[in-house]
């Protein structure tokens, strides 16, 4: 017989509620393990892989003066292979060097020093390039809680980008300022700049418009930036530049080991 359901009536089962904090640890369980097994991986290929371009690098000393034409076709074969053994470790440098940001060690530093050390260590690849560069210092910036090594990783990996955007020459700049809660650096260029179509994807791992390229040089940074309680945001006009904008908090982040996304 059919009784209507009246709406006091209370559900005998109430359907199971979903647990954010269970789907969260889950999820970090499954990130941990894919992070592990790919930083393995990564490991796993490096010796056979450095033996093999070592070899290469050998047998291609052998054929250092190729006389015959048949000496000529194995060399451009070897010198081949070569390049692209060397690709992959330099893919896979970067993608270690990538999964190897998760403890930071931070201690007070002056930024603007931090930053003109980079600068300087640049500048010699710039200039070759026809690139000027000028720093703007904010004076009396308090000391910044960061870890250098990577701080300088990050800003170096922006540089580089700057130079490769800019062949035939252009200006660099970089500048320190401040407000209420975070020192700041711009990391300003005047090359190609990014095409709106393709600014929103260039934070992702692996990729690259550039023949070679690893696509890890800005994830790596975003990751550092991140890994201190910080932001990273780009402006981009095409034929005219770009500027990546680097936030620190001036504060103490709340953790020095970041997240593990
Ligand atoms: N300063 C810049 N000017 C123009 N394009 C840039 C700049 N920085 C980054 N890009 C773009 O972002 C992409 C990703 O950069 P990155 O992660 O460093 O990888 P890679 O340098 O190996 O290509 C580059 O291939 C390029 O298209
Ligand atoms: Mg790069």
Redesign the pocket.
Known sequence: MHRPATVEQPTANPPPQPDPELANRQWRTAYAEIAQLAGGLAHEIRNPLSTMRMNLDLLAEEFAHPETPRDHRVLRKIERVRRESHRLESILE?FLRFARIQQIQTAPADLNALVEEVRDFCDGQGTAQGIVSRAIYEPGLPPVCLDQDLIKQALL??I???Q???PDGGELILRTRRDDHAAIID?I?T????PAE?LP?????F????P??????????RKIIEAHGGSID?E?EPGR??R?TIRLPLSQPASSSPDPS
């Open positions: 970067s990996n922006l580089l980008n700057a490769l955007a800019m990391v260029d090359g190609t700049g990014i393709i994807r260039i934070f992702d791992a990729f690259s418009t550039r070679g390229g690893s696509g890890l040089g800005l994830p790596t940074t780009v981009s530049g770009t990546f």
